[in-house]
């Protein structure tokens, strides 16, 4: 029997995960391995990284393959999930994470047509259409998180290309609970806050860090795992009467829901 470091066994569980060669996406993975997951692992480019997030993987004794894909086109998305679930020989988890972020500040009157339909693209149709290729495979019982943010929850000036994506995510996550409940199939969202990782680093570095902490009550940014283990409890039975929630894990930084 595997565990992972709360007490979790998703022995014999195949998953996937996008975005999963660094940052949260690879925590996640290594939650759900450490759980005892099989785990297909989606990346855009980054191949060394998502074989060595394969590699910890594999190391506890569970099967893990990286699966390059670009999941923003529909045939990228159904080729990632039919390969991961030939591979695997099945799939009981989808975590949908893989995302951008685009640093710079930017007035909506500014923004131009490319970057507001390439965080479209990358944040939500490839939230689409993995999820469409998911449901139609995936088996009964199984559980899908996709991650949003705050800035979908409450908004987020200069960068509403981001947040009105990130927004979809929580009522796409609400719409498919209620469609995928009758088949028991659990649909649940995690929307962290700030989280230092890599695809954040610039806004977070020294000269921003106090002044993000200090909104922040419990006085810390995130770290990857701190997002990974509630993404690994909704992927387990522990919260198996739970569905179309959306999970907060900002410190306290937004009070809402």
């Not at 029997?1 to 999963?20: E, H």
């Not at 391995?33 to 590699?55: K, L, M, P, Q, Y």
């Not at 679930?85 to 099945?90: K, N």
Request: glycine share 12%.
């Amino acid at each position: 029997m595997k565990s992972s470091g709360f007490g979790i066994d998703l022995s014999g569980k195949r998953a996937i995960v996008t975005g999963g060669s660094r940052g949260i996406g690879a925590a996640i993975v290594g939650q759900l391995s450490s759980a005892g997951a099989d785990v297909a692992i989606g990346f855009a480019t980054r191949s060394n990284d998502a074989e060595r997030v394969a590699g910890v993987a594999r190391s506890r004794g569970v099967k893990a393959v990286a699966i390059a894909a670009d999941i923003s086109t529909r045939e990228g998305s159904e080729r990632l999930v039919r390969e991961a679930t030939e591979r695997l020989g099945g799939l009981d988890v989808f975590v949908g994470n893989a995302g951008i972020w685009p640093p710079e500040d930017v007035a909506l009157a500014d923004m131009s047509d490319e970057q507001w339909e390439r965080t479209i693209r990358q944040n939500l149709d490839s939230i689409f259409y993995t999820t469409r290729a998911v449901i139609r495979v995936i088996g009964a019982g199984g559980s899908i998180v996709l991650i949003s943010s705050t800035a979908g929850q409450r908004g987020e000036a200069f960068h509403a290309d981001y947040a009105a994506s990130k927004g979809a995510v929580i009522s796409m996550t609400k719409s498919l609970a209620v469609e995928l409940g009758p088949s028991n199939v659990r649909v649940n969202c995690v929307a962290p806050g700030w989280v230092d990782t890599e695809m954040v680093k610039d806004a977070i570095a020294e000269e921003g860090r106090d002044r993000i902490v200090s909104g922040i009550p419990l006085r810390r940014i995130a770290t990857a795992d701190d997002i990974a283990g509630p993404v690994l409890f909704l992927c387990s039975s522990l919260s198996r009467h739970v569905t179309g929630e959306i999970l907060n894990v900002n410190g306290g930084s937004v009070l809402c829901g």
